[in-house]
């Protein structure tokens, strides 16, 4: 009996001496969080902070917001915990606000049609305030003074166009700010991803908006307009002296440039090619009928270099209006009309080619033009009737290249403030605009998968960065924000965080039909 | 039946070294020692010098593999343990004094890993059972006292059940991860076994044997996808598919000194030609697009070293080591198989109950060194992404037998 036990000893010790073990075992005790404090950890801005992706914000999308992600990583080295807006009643995940016009449902990809559209169904999101501060003080459609605008997350405001939806459902009050929301956390540390939509609702627009630089009273913006610099210098400092006062660490942002954005460049200037145009002898006909004697009207006018004759070997370019150019209606009605063209339809070709040249390689064409492209503007009779062939596209859905200077000129200020923020509050900056820039050329992660900047393609299933909106990022997009937040906090506070491996996040959502 | 048999996942690749318990406590050499009908496996030509006329040995090892990993990039944990009992039985019979015959079943490969599903790796496996059981009939000639030789055919019944997820991101519109299972069951081949003993001097005994490579052809098998959003459901649809998977072929050379009446060693020296494992290719009979998994696998050899001693009629003592080398090449180190170079610690005796019969003891320790390896070769959207971390391996394994002769 007794030496039973003495092998039954023996064969434990073998057992126990059979335990794989690490030289040096990986554990939370691994990793530091530097000069940092993670223990309150609050993020403000926009869009990027909340989550929002593939046209909204929804219940499982959020869980994927770039703060969501970061705060998984500070829990590991003494990080609290980290709280969301509620997407509680968003049972479906379809994203989008009840009853609001606009605020869609998530957009899919319906196999059945090839392309995005918001999922079937109506949207649970509703209005009913939270009144309660989160520590994700991301509020999509934010501008720079929009973080310091009293009532901004007033109900009674919405209506009016002075108060934002998102932050009307978890604003304390009526009349606190989202900066204030997000101090009475009383951070000990943030990060501020806060300024693109001073500049990129502009571009998103197509450049209808007005560019307000040298007005300094935001009051007066419209949504889609570039908030004067000094304007966005102003509210950037006090958000941040408001965030540091506190004694908090952090990082900040910078914002993007539209280059880097699927949404600016998916669409090409010249897509147009002869079997896209439908044959051999449409390309003939259109060249015959319009654009051969329009050429000629132009060149006569010295004007000939806003249109060729299209090409039945390389990719013609889209025909546009710019709005800068001469607007030559009274040349061309006359020109047309005594040329013999009954006078209505003169005019008509007046008034649509007045200021109508074809694109260039300097023009960015906006991602919704490609659904718009080749199909029939309302009420406009045929030969015209075809949106980029024989009906110019209309401003809002270029970017010519005008707008593209003035977009770069806010966006470099607007970033110059951002850096001059950070050097002078000696906070840690995440150059997002030169990160996201990585991906034109491809940004490698650790694990040697290439990324790119480019929209979803069915090809491209495990790697697409950006959501089906094409301007905020996907789940796995936020990954990729997220770890070169780690990064950067990691250089800068001495810190060591794990890092985040993007190619285990999701991709778009596609079903075979919606 | 199928708990019996050969699961497991250490030594080189797939390969188990655990085919007798006299000799697995002697470093596993063998292939120039007469110990038993063991030989039958070791070396077929050494049965004709088998003492008594008719031999038996069965035997079956507990074998307690477990493997952890670690990222420290990514703050990533995981291990598995895994249980397996590789078995052998094997019996020879001395028909005339120049004939010998016997048969010998072993399962000499197997490779059993479950790693908890849809874990860090699982887009390369989240779990592999795979089984061959080796079924040799066998003849040894003796040429004259001093040189004899032996062979036979040997059949494989084998089987192969898989299971990895699609991709590292792939889910179904509830979230759970798509994965696919292949699983052949019955698959068999054939190979043969052939070797020679010399023994130019008595008391030493050279030996040269050869197993030969058998390609396990998996046809028909069943691939079964799970949690496949819909839209995927029209590209991964269950269906059959094809898959080889090459048993590499074995040459092993030794010697065995005795160096008194009790005291013996060996040394034995194996080469497995493993470069045979290119790739695991999977094609599939439907439009299912074929999956190429690059292994580039390298010859790889083992140096065994043993020693046994006979104090008396009723006991014997047994003890070896040996270096087996892992042919897994840098960047291919694939969690389906994650082994590296290894040393085997071995032990064991045997308590002869009667002249006849004799219960054999033995036990194996494998000892890993911890590695830091990757595989480079998974392919995603036409790139190719790595997977690793820092692995660490342990084995231990127990054995039982029973030898009976007269």
Redesign the interface.
């Known amino acids: 009996m007794k030496n039973k036990f003495i092998y039954l000893a023996v064969l434990a010790a073998g057992f126990a001496a059979c335990e794989p073990e690490f030289e040096n075992e990986v554990t939370n005790a691994d990793y530091s969080a530097g000069d940092a404090d993670f223990t309150t950890y609050v993020a403000v801005g926009n869009s990027l902070t909340a989550g929002y992706m593939d046209g909204t914000v929804s219940r499982i999308g959020q869980s994927y917001s770039y703060p969501s992600l970061l705060a998984q990583q500070f829990a590991v080295v003494g990080g609290g915990a980290f709280t969301q807006p509620s997407y509680e009643e968003d049972v479906n995940n379809l994203g989008g606000i009840s009853g609001l016009p606009g605020f869609n449902t998530r957009l899919i990809l319906d196999a059945s049609a090839g392309a995005p559209e918001p999922i079937a169904g109506t949207s649970t999101v509703t209005l009913a305030a939270q009144a309660k501060a989160y520590n994700n003080m991301g509020v999509p459609g934010a501008k720079s003074y929009h973080l310091l605008a009293a009532g901004y997350g007033n109900a009674a405001g919405v209506a009016l166009g002075q108060a934002n939806p998102y932050f009307v459902r978890h604003a304390t009050s009526a009349s606190t700010t989202v900066l204030a929301d997000a101090m009475s956390l009383n951070p000990t540390f943030f990060t501020n991803w806060i300024g693109s939509n001073d500049v990129l609702l502009y571009a998103i627009a197509g450049g209808t908006g007005v560019n307000q630089a040298g007005n300094q009273n935001p009051a007066t913006y419209a949504q889609n307009d570039i908030t004067d610099p000094g304007v966005f210098a102003s509210a950037y400092s006090t958000i941040v002296n408001t965030l540091v006062s506190g004694g908090a660490k952090g990082v900040i942002a910078t914002i993007p440039n539209v280059t880097s954005i699927p949404y600016f460049t998916t669409v090409p200037f010249n897509p147009l090619t002869t079997a896209s145009l439908g044959g051999s002898a449409t390309v003939q006909q259109l060249n015959t009928s319009l654009y051969g004697p329009m050429k000629q009207v132009l060149t006569l006018l010295g004007q000939g270099d806003r249109l060729n004759l299209l090409s039945e070997t390389e990719g013609n370019p889209i025909l546009i209006t710019d709005e800068t150019l001469t607007n030559l209606a009274p040349q061309l009605t006359a020109a047309f009309t005594s040329a013999g063209y009954p006078p209505a339809t003169a005019a008509f070709i007046g008034s649509v080619y007045g200021q109508a040249r074809q694109a260039t390689a300097t023009d960015l064409i906006l991602l919704p033009a490609s659904s718009l492209i080749g199909t029939a503007p309302a009420n406009v009779p045929a030969p015209f009737n075809v949106y980029g062939v024989t009906y110019p596209l209309q401003d809002g859905s270029v970017l010519i290249p005008s707008e593209i200077a003035m977009i770069n000129t806010a966006t470099n200020s607007f970033n110059n403030t951002i850096k001059q923020v950070a050097t002078a509050k000696g906070l840690a900056l995440a150059d997002m605009n030169a990160i996201l820039a990585q991906l034109v050329t491809g940004l490698t992660t650790d694990d040697g998968q290439t990324y790119n900047a480019g929209y979803f393609s069915t090809a491209r299933l495990s790697t697409a960065l950006f959501s089906l909106d094409g301007v905020h990022p996907n789940a796995r997009g936020y990954a990729v924000v997220a770890n070169e937040i780690i990064k950067v906090i990691n250089m800068h506070y001495n810190a060591k965080l794990p890092a985040i491996n993007a190619g285990y996040y999701p991709g778009p959502t596609i079903l075979p039909s919606n | 039946m199928m708990a019996l048999a050969a699961s497991s996942a250490f030594a080189g690749g797939y390969r188990v070294s655990l085919q007798g318990q006299k000799q697995l406590a002697m470093g596993h050499t063998g292939v120039a020692v007469v110990n038993s009908a063991e030989v039958l496996f070791f070396n077929p030509a050494g049965a004709a010098y088998l003492k008594d006329r008719f031999n038996f040995s069965a035997g079956a090892n507990g074998l307690?593999a477990?493997?952890?990993f670690?990222?420290?990039?990514?703050?990533?944990?995981n291990?598995t343990d895994n249980f397996g009992t590789p078995f052998e039985v094997y019996a020879s019979y001395r028909a005339t004094d120049w004939l010998t015959v016997g048969l010998a079943v072993y399962s000499p490969y197997g490779s059993a890993v479950e790693w908890d599903q849809d874990w860090?790796g699982s887009h390369l496996v989240n779990n592999i059972d795979l089984q061959a059981i080796y079924i040799q009939p066998t003849v040894a000639i003796k040429v004259n006292d001093r040189f004899s030789v032996g062979g036979g055919p040997i059949f494989v019944t084998g089987s192969v059940n898989f299971n990895r997820n699609l991709?590292?991101?792939?889910?179904d519109?509830q979230?759970n991860r798509s994965d696919v299972t292949v699983d052949a069951k019955g698959v068999t081949a054939w190979g043969w076994d052939a070797g020679f003993m010399f023994n130019p001097i008595d008391g030493v005994r050279l030996g040269v044997n050869y197993r030969s490579e058998i390609t396990m052809e998996a046809r028909d098998g069943d691939a079964t996808f799970h949690d496949l959003?819909?839209?995927?459901?029209?590209t991964y649809q269950n269906t059959q598919f094809d898959a080889d998977l090459p048993l590499p072929a074995e040459l092993t050379a030794g010697i065995s000194v005795e160096i008194t009446d009790k005291w013996l060693v060996a040394f034995d020296y194996n080469m497995a030609f493993w470069h045979v494992y290119d790739a695991l290719t999977i094609s599939f009979a439907n439009g299912t697009p074929t999956s190429v998994n690059p292994r580039n696998y390298k010859d790889a050899g083992t140096y065994r070293f043993g020693t046994q001693f006979k104090p008396n009629e009723k006991f014997a003592f047994r003890a070896g080591w040996y270096f087996d080398e892992s042919p897994v090449q840098d960047g291919y180190f694939a969690p389906e198989t994650p082994r590296n170079d290894s040393m085997g610690f071995t032990g064991g005796l045997t308590y002869q109950i009667n002249p006849k019969l004799g219960i054999d003891f033995s036990?194996l320790?494998l000892h890993?060194d911890?590695t830091n390896n990757s595989y480079?070769y998974y392919s995603?959207?036409?790139?190719?992404?790595?997977?690793g971390g820092?692995y660490?391996?342990?084995?231990?394994s127990?054995g039982l037998g029973l030898t009976y002769s007269f």
């Open positions: 307690f477990k493997t952890k670690q990222n420290e990039t990514y703050n990533w944990t291990s860090q991709t590292r991101s792939l889910t519109e979230g959003p819909a839209f995927a459901q029209g036990f320790y890993f911890e480079n995603e959207d036409g790139s190719l992404v790595s997977f820092t660490k391996n342990t084995v231990f127990p």
